[in-house]
């Protein structure tokens, strides 16, 4: 059993940066890879970047491809997200989620993640 927590999350300006991150607690955190996802007022939740287990290879939606960047610490149990440039359609509720067959890791499937943290709020005014 893997919990996730997010933070970092919190009210920006447009074009401010801002880092969310989110803890593992369980066993393994390095077999599992990782996605951040997030849902916007009266919209379905869409995947936003995954990471892959050693880290190697990281992918993106496209409107968020060259403003934000994944990255994970496994020692520390960690995998974030670096947000720039942020604009007023960056605003949602923002989730990390991990799995461990995850077979189609570029295209962000929910149904291959496994577990899911409660999400935390950015909201980017402008």
């Known amino acids: 059993q893997v919990q996730l927590v997010e933070s970092g999350g919190g009210l920006v300006q447009a074009g401010d940066s801002l880092t969310l991150s989110c803890t593992a607690s369980?066993?393994?955190?390095?077999?599992?890879?990782m996605g951040w996802f997030r849902q916007a007022p009266g919209r379905e939740r869409e995947f936003v970047a995954s990471?892959?287990?050693?880290?190697?290879?990281?992918y993106y939606t496209g409107p968020v491809r060259g403003r934000f960047r994944i990255s994970r610490d496994n020692a520390k149990n960690s995998v974030y997200l670096q947000m720039n440039s942020l604009s007023p359609e960056d605003t949602a509720v923002y989730y990390c989620?991990?799995?461990?067959?995850?077979?189609?890791?570029?295209?962000?499937?929910?149904?291959?993640?496994?577990?899911w943290g409660q999400g935390t709020q950015v909201t980017v005014s402008s």
């Open positions: 989620a991990a799995g461990l067959s995850v077979t189609r890791i570029q295209w962000g499937f929910e149904n291959e993640y496994d577990y």
């Open positions: 369980g066993p393994d955190f390095s077999n599992y890879a």
């Open positions: 990471i892959r287990q050693n880290g190697a290879n990281a």
